[in-house]
């Protein structure tokens, strides 16, 4: 069992940078691969980048390549987005999700989740 809480989100202008961080309690943390997801208002949850529990290896979706980059800390039971050159087409609430059991890119197979933090971006 793993529980997560996110934070880190806020209004912010184009271009501007946040970073949000997800952090979790529970002991296997470590054994989970970790995501971020985002949902806007009226659209489903989308997936934003992925990170791998053994490898460190990192999934983006093509909107984040470039600009997003996810990261984690087993010691210290964290993950993060770092975000650049944010658009106002990021604006929604973000999510880190950790224990995948199918696909990286689908919320359906994602089972812990943190209570959301909203990015706005004004332009």
């Known amino acids: 069992q793993v529980q997560l809480v996110d934070s880190g989100g806020g209004l912010v202008q184009t271009g501007d940078s946040l970073r949000l961080s997800c952090a979790a309690s529970?002991?296997?943390?470590?054994?989970?691969?970790v995501a971020w997801f985002r949902q806007a208002p009226g659209k489903g949850r989308e997936f934003v980048a992925s990170?791998?529990?053994?490898?460190?290896?990192?999934r983006y979706t093509e909107s984040a390549k470039g600009r997003f980059t996810i990261a984690r800390n087993n010691a210290e039971k964290t993950a993060s987005l770092q975000m650049n050159s944010l658009k106002p087409e990021d604006t929604a609430v973000y999510y880190c999700a950790a224990y995948s059991t199918g696909r990286y890119d689908s919320s359906a197979h994602w089972h812990y989740w943190g209570q959301g933090t909203q990015v706005t971006v004004s332009s």
């Open positions: 990170i791998n529990w053994n490898d460190f290896g990192t």
């Open positions: 529970g002991t296997r943390f470590s054994d989970y691969s």
